[in-house]
């Protein structure tokens, strides 16, 4: 008897444990079953040569980015600066893009349903609209003019992205003969956006800044003298040229490494972390399903480390889109909405198959801290980055020169955003080894913002 009682609870503990495997693949199918579908070797999707059969991308104007001609050949737009251009919103025939439309979102464009799986009764899947404007990427990508980095424009009300360009870039429709070690192609199929890091230079004082207003009480009290070297931690933290006397207003302004890497030291590595981790720059955050690199920084170490990693060098990396996201939420009162690159997905028939609502970040920044870092950012552009770069525009900017090694030009950062309802806009700028942020980066930045101003989207 206690044999069979024995049996009935292990035969009633395999049906559990089978009927829990069951559930989770069925969470699993209806979770990831389109990531499954559109797996590379799913032949019914793509070609021997790695190219995704069917789906046309569309940009937010519905000019076609890439379709399939009658022969079921994957093509792109007609221009080939746009095409390069939106090369790395779009992707390239072989996949190697992985952030790339075509390999992101292959589910999506192949017209996957839990349903009918891939099939499609046309066999040329879905019309998937991304957020980005062809025209205004390629603003961005001519005014980088060959230069190695990467564009960035988001609209903080809707989290629609309007630019990203990343370099270097090539043509989809005619791919090159890419040697792995040649530097000229280094990071090529890398969204330098989304998924790379990069030391943030003087950007990054924004959020000490932002730690410093709400942990040093006298702060705006206070004044510096700076001499263009300051011993902190035995060593010297250089800036540029001798700044003189200052406030934190005019610190912020002319980006003084000694100022902000006394205070780094004074607010003391817990409290530094705490305000990067808080303001979103040491988490992946996804766009769409695509997960955007994580950015590391280290406060511990000596003081001079602290003081360095405080002025944004050091060991400090980060993924431009999550300083992006940072300044939506500066001028969005703390919080801003969730970068995007779907628009809407339709059939053939123009019947809509998914749905994609805006979705806001948690709290970046205290909302009464962000309105008096806004101020301060646009007093740079006042004093030192100069509006008539901006004509019209409400701006609010950081400029960044980061160091990336010995016998190495800087790269230079500009972001920032737009105070302007009509033009709710957040931006970031990198050009790698461009040297100084607010006249190179800064020139990018104008080119761009003005053009996206002029269609006001």
């Given at each position: 008897?206690?044999?069979?009682?024995?049996?009935?609870?292990?035969?009633?503990?395999?049906?559990?444990?089978?009927?829990?495997?069951?559930?989770?693949?069925?969470?699993?199918?209806?979770?990831?079953?389109?990531?499954?579908?559109?797996?590379?070797?799913?032949?019914?999707?793509?070609?021997?040569?790695?190219?995704?059969?069917?789906?046309?991308?569309?940009?937010?104007?519905?000019?076609?980015?890439?379709?399939?001609?009658?022969?079921?050949?994957?093509?792109?737009?007609?221009?080939?600066?746009?095409?390069?251009?939106?090369?790395?919103?779009?992707?390239?025939?072989?996949?190697?893009?992985?952030?790339?439309?075509?390999?992101?979102?292959?589910?999506?464009?192949?017209?996957?349903?839990?349903?009918?799986?891939?099939?499609?009764?046309?066999?040329?899947?879905?019309?998937?609209?991304?957020?980005?404007?062809?025209?205004?990427?390629?603003?961005?990508?001519?005014?980088?003019?060959?230069?190695?980095?990467?564009?960035?424009?988001?609209?903080?009300?809707?989290?629609?992205?309007?630019?990203?360009?990343?370099?270097?870039?090539?043509?989809?429709?005619?791919?090159?003969?890419?040697?792995?070690?040649?530097?000229?192609?280094?990071?090529?199929?890398?969204?330098?956006?989304?998924?790379?890091?990069?030391?943030?230079?003087?950007?990054?004082?924004?959020?000490?800044?932002?730690?410093?207003?709400?942990?040093?009480?006298?702060?705006?009290?206070?004044?510096?003298?700076?001499?263009?070297?300051?011993?902190?931690?035995?060593?010297?933290?250089?800036?540029?040229?001798?700044?003189?006397?200052?406030?934190?207003?005019?610190?912020?302004?002319?980006?003084?490494?000694?100022?902000?890497?006394?205070?780094?030291?004074?607010?003391?590595?817990?409290?530094?972390?705490?305000?990067?981790?808080?303001?979103?720059?040491?988490?992946?955050?996804?766009?769409?399903?695509?997960?955007?690199?994580?950015?590391?920084?280290?406060?511990?170490?000596?003081?001079?480390?602290?003081?360095?990693?405080?002025?944004?060098?050091?060991q400090d990396t980060m993924c431009p889109?999550?300083?992006?996201?940072?300044?939506?939420?500066?001028?969005?009162?703390?919080?801003?909405?969730?970068?995007?690159?779907?628009?809407?997905?339709?059939?053939?028939?123009?019947?809509?198959?998914?749905?994609?609502?805006?979705?806001?970040?948690?709290?970046?920044?205290?909302?009464?801290?962000?309105?008096?870092?806004?101020?301060?950012?646009?007093?740079?552009?006042?004093?030192?980055?100069?509006?008539?770069?901006?004509?019209?525009?409400?701006?609010?900017?950081?400029?960044?020169?980061?160091?990336?090694?010995?016998?190495?030009?800087?790269?230079?950062?500009?972001?920032?955003?737009?105070?302007?309802?009509?033009?709710?806009?957040?931006?970031?700028?990198?050009?790698?080894?461009?040297?100084?942020?607010?006249?190179?980066?800064?020139?990018?930045?104008?080119?761009?913002?003005?053009?996206?101003?002029e269609k006001a989207y």
């Amino acid at each position: 008897m206690r044999k069979i009682e024995k049996r009935g609870v292990f035969c009633l503990i395999l049906a559990a444990l089978l009927g829990l495997g069951l559930a989770l693949f069925c969470f699993r199918f209806v979770v990831d079953g389109g990531d499954w579908a559109s797996y590379p070797y799913n032949r019914h999707l793509y070609s021997n040569s790695g190219a995704l059969k069917g789906g046309t991308i569309l940009d937010r104007d519905g000019d076609v980015l890439s379709s399939l001609d009658e022969n079921g050949n994957r093509t792109y737009y007609p221009d080939g600066d746009v095409r390069r251009a939106t090369l790395h919103a779009v992707g390239d025939p072989a996949g190697n893009i992985g952030a790339g439309a075509l390999t992101a979102f292959a589910d999506k464009l192949s017209g996957y349903n839990l349903l009918t799986g891939v099939y499609s009764p046309l066999g040329t899947g879905n019309q998937l609209y991304l957020t980005i404007d062809a025209y205004l990427n390629n603003i961005a990508y001519q005014a980088l003019g060959g230069m190695r980095g990467t564009v960035g424009v988001y609209n903080y009300k809707t989290g629609e992205i309007l630019c990203m360009v990343s370099t270097p870039t090539f043509d989809p429709a005619d791919p090159p003969s890419i040697d792995p070690d040649d530097p000229s192609w280094e990071g090529v199929y890398v969204n330098r956006l989304l998924s790379a890091n990069s030391i943030p230079g003087s950007i990054f004082k924004v959020v000490t800044l932002n730690a410093a207003i709400e942990n040093i009480p006298d702060l705006f009290s206070r004044t510096w003298n700076c001499t263009g070297s300051t011993e902190i931690g035995g060593d010297a933290v250089t800036c540029p040229y001798a700044h003189g006397e200052l406030d934190i207003e005019d610190a912020l302004a002319v980006s003084c490494n000694g100022v902000f890497g006394r205070l780094a030291v004074e607010l003391g590595g817990d409290t530094m972390q705490q305000y990067t981790d808080a303001a979103g720059l040491t988490r992946s955050i996804k766009v769409d399903g695509i997960s955007t690199s994580q950015g590391r920084f280290d406060f511990t170490g000596s003081d001079n480390q602290l003081a360095w990693s405080g002025v944004g060098q050091g060991q400090d990396t980060m993924c431009p889109i999550n300083m992006m996201l940072y300044m939506g939420a500066i001028v969005n009162g703390g919080k801003a909405a969730m970068p995007r690159l779907i628009a809407k997905s339709t059939t053939a028939y123009g019947l809509p198959t998914g749905i994609y609502m805006p979705r806001k970040s948690g709290e970046l920044i205290d909302g009464t801290t962000a309105r008096t870092i806004a101020d301060m950012m646009h007093n740079n552009v006042i004093e030192t980055y100069g509006q008539d770069r901006f004509p019209g525009m409400d701006i609010c900017a950081k400029s960044g020169t980061a160091e990336v090694g010995p016998d190495k030009t800087p790269n230079a950062w500009f972001t920032g955003f737009l105070r302007d309802s009509a033009t709710p806009y957040a931006f970031i700028v990198l050009v790698e080894n461009g040297g100084g942020g607010s006249s190179v980066a800064g020139t990018v930045a104008s080119r761009v913002l003005t053009a996206a101003v002029e269609k006001a989207y």
